[in-house]
């Protein structure tokens, strides 16, 4: 997946947030602008906190156990406050981590160089840079 040192130009959340398509941009002159889409799919929850200037370092799979021992905290705020976490069960981290894995979810991290740090537990990632460039 090509991420490395691209901007983020925006995302996009769909499918009533079950979908996250994020959309990059590399375009340091005099290079020709090269774009990068990617889809998170099968979303069980995320965060992303950015501002302007992002510029991606990388997206990383790590451990469903890190991404909850780092945000369990904030998960556990997110589910019992607001709701809409497909697999939540009474803020038991353990059977939550076990219900997840058993459905295939994996977790990734967002780093950044500049302005945005995030995660995604999802389904899946997939580079989809071929359905938003037209071929000649």
């Given at each position: 997946?090509?991420?490395?040192?691209?901007?983020?130009?925006?995302?996009?959340?769909?499918?009533?947030?079950?979908?996250?398509?994020?959309?990059?941009?590399?375009?340091?002159?005099?290079?020709?602008?090269?774009?990068?889409?990617?889809?998170?799919?099968?979303?069980?929850?995320?965060?992303?906190?950015?501002?302007?200037?992002?510029?991606?370092?990388?997206?990383?799979?790590?451990?469903?156990?890190?991404?909850?021992?780092?945000?369990?905290?904030?998960?556990?705020?997110?589910?019992?406050?607001?709701?809409?976490?497909?697999?939540?069960?009474?803020?038991?981290?353990?059977?939550?981590?076990?219900?997840?894995?058993?459905?295939?979810?994996?977790?990734?991290?967002?780093?950044?160089?500049?302005?945005?740090?995030?995660?995604v537990i999802a389904k899946s990632i997939e580079d989809i840079t071929d359905q938003f460039t037209q071929t000649a």
């Amino acid at each position: 997946m090509r991420c490395h040192d691209f901007h983020l130009r925006g995302y996009e959340v769909r499918e009533f947030g079950a979908e996250i398509i994020l959309h990059l941009v590399d375009d340091y002159p005099p290079r020709p602008a090269e774009e990068s889409h990617i889809r998170f799919a099968g979303i069980e929850v995320y965060h992303f906190v950015h501002s302007g200037g992002t510029i991606i370092f990388g997206i990383d799979e790590v451990s469903l156990s890190q991404i909850l021992d780092q945000h369990w905290e904030n998960i556990l705020h997110w589910a019992t406050g607001r709701g809409g976490v497909p697999h939540w069960d009474h803020d038991d981290r353990t059977s939550y981590q076990t219900k997840l894995e058993e459905d295939g979810y994996k977790a990734w991290e967002i780093s950044s160089s500049i302005g945005f740090e995030g995660f995604v537990i999802a389904k899946s990632i997939e580079d989809i840079t071929d359905q938003f460039t037209q071929t000649a």
